[in-house]
């Protein structure tokens, strides 16, 4: 199995402009959660969906942020207008089961830079 | 919300000694993950333990759920085991996102 799949790797981009995080979960899980990390809070969970339905997004910091899930192998996490304070690495992870009862994998993160 | 406290938070061990992480959290939790991330940001998952003892090769890990703790130990440890080791448990029991302590970073020296 490939894993989680993220891209870019890094973006680096200006204050305003949009930005588009890109997942693929593996095969088979049935839960895709997007986090953020950063130095000052750590590792912060922002969405996540089951079955391509998004079930808790109560992380999303404000409606600069939304995520899209429309089939069961994608997933985007898109910052518009991006500002120098959403610069972090954003992480996709999934599992296969529900209730948390199954180990997390994760993507191998996109580092973004907003000047 | 439930707490999570990693001890100790940054530890430096010379190549081929022992180590022995610690996880505190503050409610009953029925899932519990250790996750090593290395020094190129990737996080990968060493454990999905919940309660008892799970051995992989020279890491092993246990979960005392009635203590509401959790150890992980590092045998003849490695440069390529530097990094950050991360215990996550859910937010509440049965929730299916996970809440990350703030890890131990751990340098080992050659």
């Known amino acids: 199995d490939a894993g989680v799949i993220q891209s870019p790797r890094h973006e680096v981009t200006e204050m305003g402009q949009e930005v588009t995080l890109r997942c693929k979960p593996i095969s088979g899980h049935d839960y895709l959660f997007w986090y953020r990390q950063t130095m000052m809070r750590g590792l912060e969970l922002l969405i996540y969906?089951?079955?391509?339905?998004?079930?808790?997004d109560s992380g999303m910091p404000e409606d600069r942020f939304s995520a899209k899930m429309p089939n069961a192998s994608f997933s985007t996490l898109k910052i518009q207008p991006s500002e120098p304070r959403d610069s972090a690495v954003y992480f996709c992870?999934?599992?296969?089961?529900?209730?948390?009862?199954?180990?997390?994998?994760f993507g191998n993160g996109t580092r973004l830079t907003v000047t | 919300g439930i707490q999570v406290e990693q001890s100790p938070p940054d530890l430096i061990l010379q190549e081929g000694a022992n180590s022995t992480l610690r996880c505190n959290f503050s409610?009953?939790?029925?899932?519990l993950q250790w996750f090593h991330q290395n020094p190129w940001g990737q996080l990968i998952n060493l454990f999905y333990?919940?309660?008892g003892t799970k051995q992989n090769g020279r890491l092993s890990a246990t979960t005392v759920a009635t203590e509401r703790y959790s150890l992980l130990y590092i045998s003849s440890s490695q440069t390529t085991d530097s990094g950050v080791y991360f215990c996550a448990v859910p937010i509440k029991t049965g929730a299916n996102n996970l809440f990350f302590g703030t890890g131990t970073r751990l340098t080992v020296i050659p």
């Open positions: 333990i919940p309660s």
């Open positions: 409610d009953s939790v029925n899932n």
């Open positions: 969906f089951n079955n391509n339905v998004p079930i808790d």
């Open positions: 992870a999934s599992s296969f089961a529900p209730q948390g009862n199954s180990p997390l994998h």
